[in-house]
């Protein structure tokens, strides 16, 4: 079992920085691969950004160039760096975990989800 914890999330303007943290329960977090996804009201549940053990990263197109992903494997926590952020970009944000997933971008290969925390940028 993995219990996450998403913070960071707040109001910020157009062009903007945030940083998200989700920290993470579990011994073996350096084998999880860690995903972002964000849901704005209205709209289906999409993929921001994965990491791998390996440190390999994965990023949707609309977030490439501003988001950065990374983990801390001493302190079991994985960051989503949010930068020159757009209105387009409010939602809620979740952090989510598993050992094995096929595709980074698909939800349904995630078992490990964090509540989440809500990011707003106005214009």
């Known amino acids: 079992q993995v219990q996450l914890v998403e913070s960071g999330g707040g109001l910020v303007q157009a062009g903007g920085s945030l940083r998200l943290s989700c920290a993470a329960s579990?011994?073996?977090?350096?084998?999880?691969?860690m995903g972002w996804f964000r849901q704005a009201p209205g709209k289906e549940r999409e993929f921001v950004a994965a990491i791998y053990w390996t440190g390999t990263t994965y990023y949707a197109d609309s977030v490439k160039g501003r988001f950065t992903v990374s983990r801390d494997n001493a302190k079991n926590t994985v960051y989503l760096q949010m930068n020159s952020l757009k209105p387009e970009d409010t939602a809620l944000y979740y952090c989510t975990a598993d050992t094995v997933v096929p595709t980074p971008s698909d939800p349904e290969g995630y078992d490990y989800w964090g509540q989440g925390t809500q990011v707003t940028v106005s214009s």
């Open positions: 579990g011994r073996t977090f350096s084998t999880y691969i």
